[in-house]
Nanobody, 127 residues
Framework: QVQLVESGGGSVQAGGSLRLSCIASQYTDSPYCIVWFRQAPGKGREGVAGIDSTSTGTTRYADSVKGRFTISQDNTKNTVYLQMDSLRPDDTAMYYC???????????????????WGQGTQVTVSS
């Protein structure tokens, strides 16, 4: 059973930065995806950024975060990072790490496309 544990959330002023981490345990050598989703109060869960576990490490981003967020991975630590810069108040949400057994990692899909989920970490951006 894959387990995902997020960390790194917090409160920051607009324009600031945060780095989220997602540790994936008990994964096999098969290709897999890690995608960050977020859910703001009263809104649906949306994909933000994704990366596959292959040596290529193809990344994908939602339009709303392109140029501001960067997803990366350290396979030696089974860890995926989400560097969030130029944060805005509308980035405020619970951020979740999700995974599935595939090398194709779309972010513009319904959240049920991903099988495994972490518990989430809160990001709050004040104006």
């Amino acid at each position: 059973q894959v387990q995902l544990v997020e960390s790194g959330g917090g409160s920051v002023q607009a324009g600031g930065s945060l780095r989220l981490s997602c540790i994936a345990s008990q994964y096999t050598d098969s290709p897999y995806c890690i995608v960050w989703f977020r859910q703001a109060p009263g809104k649906g869960r949306e994909g933000v950024a994704g990366i596959d576990s292959t040596s290529t490490g193809t990344t994908r981003y939602a339009d709303s975060v392109k140029g501001r967020f960067t997803i990366s991975q350290d396979n030696t630590k089974n860890t995926v990072y989400l560097q969030m810069d130029s944060l805005r108040p509308d980035d405020t949400a619970m951020y979740y790490c999700a995974a599935r057994d595939s090398a194709y990692c779309p972010v513009d899909v319904y959240y049920t496309s991903y099988n495994y989920w972490g518990q989430g970490t809160q990001v709050t951006v004040s104006s």
